[in-house]
């Protein structure tokens, strides 16, 4: 692979790259390659890059690829999905449907099923934050040398995701693991003002971190498997504590926090 100028535009753009990110231009000097289960849908159109025939313990990834409409299959996690804004040009956006899962990450038309572009998840190499206009953007870059300039809310946890879809798939298998065995049945109990509360099973457990915000990392809790009262956090339940604010989030707490204390203070 090398870089090479765009015809169009004079842009450096890889070798094996099939068109130019920033004009759209086709690359007629494309070097060709092993086929890397990156599908392009043009107008109804599905094509598989490469003409090699793809190995046997692939196939069911490669399935998946070759799908004209989003149909996750049965041991797919879905990690991220919503509406995001594929940027072509300076002033050319189009509006997507995107998922992220366990396989690959899937960009559809506003149907959120037609599929307009999806790469495995083990082709994208890294993502980083750009600028956009006034705004940002999401640049993810893919082993092929393509690059996919996107808009996504909340971005900070699509770059998150995107940057690292193997982390959080295992993350997700765990979490859902736990909620489905319910840690075998033991019963929990946590410190409120003083006194020891339960049993409780760790579903309601789990409700009382995400919805009810009581228990935080700090709550000391216990069960038959723990040898003495520890915090949240330095136990199994920290999984739920991760998912509960995105750093954003935080960070507009602090913000409104400090503003009522000027106004009242």
């Excluded at 999905?81 to 690959?104: D, H, M, P, Q, W």
């Excluded at 959120?112 to 999806?118: E, K, S």
């Excluded at 700090?218 to 339940?237: G, H, R």
């Amino acid at each position: 692979m090398a870089l090479i100028p765009c015809r169009n535009c004079g842009h450096n753009i890889s070798s094996l790259a099939r068109f130019c990110p920033k004009c759209s231009n086709a690359n007629t000097h494309q070097e060709k390659r092993a086929p890397h289960l990156v599908v392009l849908a043009s107008q109804g159109e599905i094509r598989q890059t490469g003409e090699e025939k793809i190995n046997n313990d692939v196939i069911s990834t490669a399935e998946l690829l070759l799908q004209k409409e989003f149909k996750p299959s049965s041991d797919e996690i879905v990690l991220l999905k919503g509406e995001v804004l594929l940027i072509r040009a300076v002033f050319n956006t189009l509006e997507c449907y995107a998922y992220l899962t366990s396989t690959r990450f899937v960009l559809c038309d506003n149907s959120q099923l037609r599929i307009l572009f999806q790469t495995g998840t083990d082709k994208i190499v890294f993502a980083e934050e750009g600028r956009h206009l006034i705004s940002k953007k999401i640049v993810v870059t893919l082993t092929s040398g393509e690059s996919l300039h996107l808009k996504c809310d909340p971005q900070i946890n699509w770059l998150t995701a995107l940057s690292d879809p193997t982390e959080l798939a295992e993350e997700t298998r765990k979490r859902n693991t736990l909620s489905n065995q319910n840690i075998s049945g033991i019963d929990w109990f946590y410190e409120e003002t003083g006194r020891n509360i339960g049993p409780i099973k760790e579903k309601n457990i789990v409700q009382l971190i995400l919805n009810n915000h009581t228990i935080f990392p700090e709550t000391k809790v216990w069960n038959a498997s723990l040898t003495e009262w520890k915090k949240a956090d330095d136990t199994i339940l920290t999984i739920y504590f991760k998912e509960k604010f995105s750093p954003h989030q935080v960070i507009g707490v602090v913000d409104s926090v400090r503003r009522f204390l000027r106004k009242h203070f």
